[in-house]
């Protein structure tokens, strides 16, 4: 630790309120180093302003094979473009993108509504609900596993604790056989996509595969990697977005009424979801970065090969961009948070994630009628992740 350090009891309760934590580093040390013997340094940056110039600053790589021994993932799950610098980044991401242009995701509208609906169906006559279960995970899951072409057979929760294990693995998990589960579900993805069969049409997936196979575009690690980074991602954000914005809404009902009105003030969905970003970010930090070169953020000097990591969620309520930045205001504008990142790596899902938060939150609002928290919020079970920031459940209560 460097001799400036968060309190304690700020850096105890981090997982379930980072903010507090937050505030302290932006104003006492915004630029932090945590140094532990045996391990890489690694350098907190709390502030709007310095995060922003720092996602665009090329001094920083997204290339873990810089820092010595440091194995950011599941073991060769790692070579996809959230870990790659130009010119692999730039060519993995070109493989990726053309699937989730803004134009081909609007046309998933009524089939989120769809799903919406039936998810919602399924609970209707309960009293109790549990958001991110019955609700939120499945359905963010669907979409991706639309996108991507997975088989019917393998849109399960089993999958998605498979997933979701090899970034927030519970304590009593086998981690070795959470790699075997994960091995084997992408072994078995990818088969399917290479023996063709009635799901191997004109997906992600199925395309990957091609420019892997075909032109040797990707390697099957760069495949494999891709696979799991999508399904992974595109699934566990939107999840937090629901959940995290749910939360936000039950404990301030007034913003939820502007929401639930049966004729929302036009553009409100969209500054709502926005607002919902920037106010409990579920991407709370950037993915990994360090410094390819030697360079100095708020006086301090950052030696290369220092892992760099960027509070997305703290920048996100500096007071200094964002007048009043703990309150939610579901109107707020302009809102340029960063919640979906800034510059080269910004998030290939954003369109989706979008339209998945401005259908998804006003439906699941108004079905669900008047609901209060099943517990008290500061019971409530976050995900110990590295880098999300989500419930593990959020159970309401029908009032
Ligand atoms: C509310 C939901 C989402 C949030 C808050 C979010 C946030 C982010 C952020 C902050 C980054 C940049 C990370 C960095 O620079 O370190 C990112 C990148 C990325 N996101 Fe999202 N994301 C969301 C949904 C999605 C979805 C639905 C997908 C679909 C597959 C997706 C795919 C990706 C990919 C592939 C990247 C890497 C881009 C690159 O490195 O060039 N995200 N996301």
């Known amino acids: 630790m460097s001799p400036l350090a968060p309190p304690p009891e700020l850096l105890a309760a981090r997982v379930r309120d980072p903010y507090p934590c937050f505030a302290w580093l932006r104003r006492h040390a915004p630029a932090h180093a945590d140094r532990r013997p045996g391990r890489p340094t690694v350098w907190q940056i709390s502030r709007y302003e310095d995060v922003r110039a720092l996602l665009t600053d090329a001094r920083l790589s997204k290339d873990p094979g810089r820092v010595p021994g440091y194995v950011p993932g599941p073991t060769g799950l790692n070579r996809h473009l959230v870990h790659a610098d130009p010119p692999d980044h730039t060519r993995l991401r070109t493989l990726v993108n053309t699937a989730f242009v803004p134009r081909r995701i609007a046309q998933l509208e009524p089939f989120i509504g769809e799903i919406a609906h039936r998810l919602l169906d399924r609970v209707e006559q309960r009293p109790h609900v549990d958001v991110i279960a019955d609700f939120a995970a499945p359905l963010t899951f669907r979409m991706i596993c639309a996108i991507l072409g997975v088989p019917p057979e393998l849109d399960t929760a089993a999958t998605r604790d498979t997933l979701m294990a090899t970034i927030s693995p519970a304590a009593d998990v086998d981690t070795d056989r959470g790699e ?203 995900r110990p992740a590295r880098v999300m920031r989500g419930l593990a459940a959020l159970p309401v209560v029908r009032t």
């Open 180 to 382: 075997r589960d994960l091995h084997a579900l992408l072994d078995t993805l990818i088969v399917t996509k290479r023996t063709g069969g009635e799901h191997n049409g004109t997906d992600l997936l199925g395309a990957l595969v091609r420019a892997s196979d075909d032109s040797g575009a990707m390697s099957e690690e760069e495949l494999r990697s891709t696979a799991y980074l999508l399904l992974l991602v595109g699934h566990d954000t939107t999840m937090n977005l629901i959940g995290n914005g749910t939360l936000a809404l039950l404990r301030n009902p007034a913003q939820a009424a502007l929401l639930t009105a049966p004729q929302p003030a036009p553009g409100l969905v969209a500054t709502a979801v926005e607002e919902l970003l920037r106010f409990d970010s579920p991407v709370r930090d950037a993915t990994f970065r360090c410094a390819a070169q030697p360079l100095s953020v708020q006086g301090q000097s950052i030696a290369e090969g220092d892992i760099v990591s960027l509070l997305i969620g703290s920048a996100n309520r500096d007071g200094a961009r964002f007048p009043e930045a703990d309150r939610l205001d579901l109107t707020r504008t302009p809102n340029d948070h960063l919640a979906f990142g800034y510059g080269p790596h910004f998030c290939i899902g954003a369109a989706l994630a979008r339209l998945e938060g401005a259908v998804a939150l006003p439906l699941l609002l108004r079905r669900l009628g008047p609901v209060q928290l099943a517990k008290p919020a500061d019971e409530l079970p976050w």
